[in-house]
T-cell receptor, first 113, second 114 residues
Framework: KAGVTQTPRYLIKTRGQQVTLSCSPI?????VSWYQQTPGQGLQFLFE???????NKGNFPGRFSGRQFSNSRSEMNVSTLELGDSALYLC????????????FGPGTRLTVL | AQSVTQLGSHVSVSEGALVLLRCNYS??????LFWYVQYPNQGLQLLLK??????LVKGINGFEAEFKKSETSFHLTKPSAHMSDAAEYFC????????????FGTGTLLAVQP
């Protein structure tokens, strides 16, 4: 079974731009979560989607948004990028019978200049 | 509220020595606890998980962890370190309620000396 895939792997943007990151979960997984990883703040939860519905959202400004499609693929968008948004963005998927075990993708490294 | 604390941001051991990475948790409900490993420029890989079935949990790559409720701990151990174990290790707890979000500790960077 293919793992979680994230595209692109690396991205460079400038302040004020917007960016869209994509995540394809493991086949059959309907739950997708996003996390931000930075040296200063560590790993922080962004949002969780299940069957196209946002179930939970972390403590991030409204510039951070996401969505999930009917095939369970998910995207997250960050508008009006700030330098502090530079981070590794990780996507994780979860199956129905996996005892909350989440499988992580390789991440997208976003650099904001 | 759920939280985890990892003691020691950097741990260095010699190859063949015992690995002990510490994690203490705080949870208002019986916790689901996890250890993940992250190699450079990669995502997180699950090492093991505690879901109340057994207090001693065996994971991949020879790692294991023991859940101790009285000490609110879930320390990760491996009897003999290998050079390939050098990585960053994260302890995590599932958030409370219906959410599946994971709350991570700050991580422990493990160095293995030859």
């Amino acid at each position: 079974k293919a793992g979680v895939t994230q595209t692109p792997r690396y991205l460079i943007k400038t302040r004020g731009q917007q960016v869209t990151l994509s995540c394809s979960p493991i086949s059959g997984h309907r739950s997708v979560s996003w996390y931000q990883q930075t040296p200063g703040q560590g790993l922080q939860f962004l949002f969780e989607y299940f069957s196209e519905t946002q179930r939970n959202k972390g403590n991030f400004p409204g510039r951070f948004s996401g969505r999930q499609f009917s095939n369970s693929r998910s995207e997250m968008n960050v508008s009006t990028l700030e330098l502090g948004d530079s981070a590794l963005y990780l996507c994780a998927s979860r199956g129905a019978l996996s005892y909350n075990e989440q499988f992580f993708g390789p991440g997208t490294r976003l650099t904001v200049l | 509220a759920q939280s985890v604390t990892q003691l020691g941001s950097h741990v260095s051991v010699s190859e063949g020595a015992l690995v002990l990475l510490r994690c203490n948790y705080s949870s208002s409900v019986p916790p689901y606890l996890f250890w993940y490993v992250q190699y450079p420029n990669q995502g997180l890989q699950l090492l093991l998980k505690y879901t109340s079935a057994a207090t001693l949990v065996k994971g991949i790559n020879g790692f294991e962890a023991e859940f101790k409720k009285s000490e609110t701990s879930f320390h990760l151990t491996k009897p003999s370190a290998h050079m390939s174990d050098a990585a960053e290790y994260f302890c995590a707890v599932k958030g409370g309620g219906a959410t599946n979000k994971l709350i991570f500790g700050t991580g422990t960077l493990l160095a293995v000396q030859p």
